[in-house]
């Protein structure tokens, strides 16, 4: 199908992400985040016609927080949409903001996605998604340690251990690099086998070392049609929203014990490929911001995104080519694991592609040109949104 | 704008109680009609291929409301997203996903069971911010109160004429097969009801309810394949005002005027007051009916009162003949039913609540204390 006309990002704004921002309530923060949006992309509220918000209630039990979040979004007196779905929600919000604008209904979109997890008590609140007849007393919250139970048997324990160990030091790496990020710890690959010893164990082999943040945080988007983003930009480069593609799967993550599973994350990429032409990703994506909640699903995802089979995708990152000087430059803001603001996470993904495709993502831009960029976010169960950025206008 | 086509709709009925029923059984009952109507699958190949689902956490006590929902939305590894937020709300975002061209095909589906919380208004009041407004015990039914105070005020609207409209609601609801288990109501009844915020009485308000409603989405071309009578949505409009009451100037209707002018301004409507055959306006109390009236410029401002007595007699749209919230809607979904209600009218389905030869129909949706939020849509037939 064609969309019906093209839409840019023209700007990106991000409070800081801190496990406790206790000086600001969730209005207060969410304005810091849209003030840097608005400064970005060098406009003001008057120039946004609708702006779409999303998080999830039970975090920090606010019903419809749009309503008090007005004070602080900007939307009085504008058209509004409130999209929420786990933790895709942010990358669901940038979609929505996509779809407002490419239908012709609005010109500029302003997306904000937004937690505040200090105010709740965030594994509660996950294991809250449960049946309450079927599945809760067996919820962990977001805590699975089943991707590293997985990756163990199949490739052993040293090896496996050791990947997820350096894929979570480069992320830190990375995270270094960012201002914003919330964990910044400063680690270095000789500390890899003590850590993966001495760090509290949560699930199994999920240790605590591995898994991500719970951060307070929230990140602001701004779309524009083609035209409005030419002006809007002033030549400076704009980072096009190419496609997007959503896979959602059923509430039980297995149902038939040991068989297989065909995940969302591989059907999306597949799909989203197929559809933009792309035969070699590694080659032809030269960033990709993917939520990783964990060092193991990080490592165990990266084969279902780039459609490897094997131990292609280990290999990827014992050879350390996901770090930002690399061949393939993963999360070059520390991740999902440096910075967790659930309802913000996934649009954060797509904020940092976007600052790398507009070349202004600062310390941790990547050192080459960005043509391509890929973003990915998870929530639910196992549930994916994909969506390609490009630095010329896709249609 | 383009036009997008609602191919079919269904609900279930709307009751105090669905206690036999989980949330997916009410979506599935909806689920399979709207299939059978359209001789739509999940299929990759024309398909569905996007939902466009309505819920809420608090309301479900699920976070996440919409995972509960993937196995009968029909969510397999396909396009599921939750608006959050008014009803119509979804119907708009499903009409935006169609024309930028992403899709062809959307399936909207909203669900609420109000009967599972002790009381609606504590989860409202947690709508309210923790700091100022929460402790001092407010919920969207005493934010109601106070505006309905202020709204009586202005528009001298007499405890006879309130309860005018509910007794008038819970006829029209009769016709109404979506409808079980609302008594008649006489007007004597109504004004000796218990005050639950004053001025606003216990059948001033809308019923607890549970239910689940659904429509197909197409685009102009495949809208034309699944149904021999499309109800295309011609405009939409909504507008958010701030969030203090002390803010707010809640006897007037700022917000309902934008929302309305949006959306008549993509319709191209230039005289609302003659332009629609029907109108489903949401009235979760009784004095929201004419309050509403006047935002959406059916009539004068002040003369909402005077327009809700000369119903049926003066030449305006027939408003709320499904009974509208007062018989009985989730707050959730009070703009998806009402949208819902005006496609079955354009289509010439609504059964004993038809309205002849409509043509053009007016659906709205409200949602946050004292009308903070409002979405308005405008749809009509060939």
Not at chain 1, 123 to 143: F, H, S
Not at chain 1, 254 to 260: E, K, M, S
Not at chain 1, 265 to 288: M, S, T
Not at chain 2, 231 to 248: A, E, K, M, P, Q
């Amino acid at each position: 199908m064609k969309k019906n006309r093209n839409v840019g990002i023209v700007g990106v704004g991000q409070s800081v992400y801190s496990s406790h921002r206790e000086e600001v309530n969730q209005p207060e923060m969410i304005h810091e985040a849209v003030v840097e949006a608005l400064e970005h992309a060098g406009i003001t509220m008057d120039d946004v016609d609708c702006v779409v918000h999303g998080n999830m209630e039970l975090f920090e039990m606010v019903h419809q927080p749009d309503l008090w979040h007005v004070l602080g979004t900007g939307a009085w007196g504008k058209e509004t949409l409130r999209v929420t779905t786990g933790g895709t929600t942010g990358a669901t919000l940038a979609c929505a903001a996509d779809n407002l604008v490419a239908s012709g209904l609005h010109d500029v979109v302003m997306a904000i996605g937004f937690e505040k997890l200090q105010e709740g008590h965030t594994t509660g609140g996950i294991t809250n998604m449960a049946d309450p007849l079927w599945a809760r007393q067996l919820q962990t919250g977001a805590l699975t340690g089943m991707t590293a139970a997985d990756m163990i048997t199949e490739f052993g324990e040293e090896r496996a251990k050791k990947a997820s160990m350096i894929y979570r030091i480069i992320m830190d790496e990375h995270a270094m690099l960012n201002k914003k990020a919330h964990r910044r710890l400063g680690l270095t690959m000789d500390q890899g086998d003590d850590l993966a010893k001495t760090s509290p164990a949560l699930v199994g082999e999920l240790r605590m070392i591995h898994m991500c943040s719970q951060s307070d945080g929230a990140c602001v988007m701004i779309f524009a049609s083609e035209e409005k983003a030419k002006e809007i930009r002033k030549g400076r480069r704009i980072a096009w929203f190419k496609d997007h593609i959503t896979a959602h799967r059923e509430e039980m993550f297995v149902l038939f014990g040991d068989a297989p599973v065909f995940t969302t994350h591989r059907y999306a990429a597949q799909k989203l490929f197929e559809r933009n032409g792309i035969k070699d990703p590694v080659e032809e994506i030269d960033v990709f911001e993917m939520y990783d909640p964990s060092s193991w699903w990080g490592s165990d995802w990266l084969r279902e995104f780039l459609l490897f089979d094997g131990d292609e995708a280990l290999k990827l990152i014992e050879n350390e080519e996901i770090r930002i000087t690399g061949k393939f430059p993963v999360n070059p803001s520390g991740g999902v694991i440096a910075s967790n603001p659930i309802g913000a996470t996934a649009m954060v993904r797509v904020a940092e592609a976007a600052l790398q495709v507009m070349g202004e993502a600062g310390d941790h831009q990547i050192p080459k040109d960005v043509h391509q960029a890929l973003a990915s976010g998870f929530g639910g169960t196992l549930w994916t949104v994909l969506m390609l950025l490009t630095d010329e206008p896709p249609h | 704008m383009k036009r997008v086509g609602i191919c079919a709709v269904a609900q279930t009925t709307y009751e105090r109680n669905k206690w036999h029923q989980r949330f997916q059984g009410m979506a599935l009952e909806v689920l399979e009609q709207l299939l059978a109507a359209t001789g739509l699958d999940f299929s990759e190949d024309g398909g569905i291929n996007t939902t466009v689902s309505c819920s809420d956490d608090v309301f479900d006590a699920r976070t996440i409301s919409d995972n509960a929902m993937t196995d009968v939305l029909g969510a397999h590894f396909r396009c599921e997203e939750k608006v959050a937020q008014e009803g119509l709300q979804a119907v708009y975002y499903a009409a935006a996903t169609i024309l930028s061209g992403h899709t062809d095909v959307v399936l909207v589906m909203g669900h609420a069971k109000e009967s599972q919380s002790a009381s609606r208004n504590m989860i409202t009041h947690l709508a309210f911010d923790p700091y100022y407004t929460r402790p001092v015990g407010l919920d969207f039914l005493a934010a109601a109160g106070l505006q309905a105070r202020a709204y009586g005020l202005r528009s001298k609207i007499s405890e006879e004429q309130l309860a005018r409209i509910v007794v008038r609601a819970r006829e029209n609801a009769a016709k109404n097969d979506r409808i079980q288990d609302l008594a008649q109501v006489t007007a004597e009844e109504v004004m000796a009801s218990e005050l639950l915020a004053d001025p606003i009485r216990d059948l001033h308000t809308y019923p607890v309810s549970d239910g689940c409603v659904g429509m197909i989405l197409a685009s102009e071309e495949r809208a034309k394949t699944l149904t021999d009578n499309p109800v295309w949505i011609t405009g939409t409009g909504n507008c958010i005002d701030s969030f203090f009451l002390g803010d707010r100037d809640y006897a007037g209707n700022f917000p309902l005027q934008k929302a309305a002018e949006r959306a008549y301004k993509r319709a191209g409507i230039t005289d609302p007051a003659k332009a629609f055959d029907v109108a489903e306006i949401s009235d979760q109390y009784a004095y929201q009916l004419p309050m509403w009236a006047e935002g959406l410029s059916l009539c004068p401002e002040n003369a909402g009162p005077a327009y809700m007595d000369a119903l049926g007699k003066n030449h305006g749209p027939a408003v709320n003949p499904s009974g509208g919230m007062l018989a009985g809607n989730p707050l959730l979904l009070g703009g998806l039913v009402r949208a819902a209600e005006c496609a079955l009218q354009l289509k010439g389905e609504a059964g004993g609540r038809q309205v002849p030869d409509a043509k053009r129909a007016l659906a709205h949706g409200v949602m946050g204390p004292a009308g903070q939020f409002h979405s308005v849509m405008v749809l009509e037939r060939d």
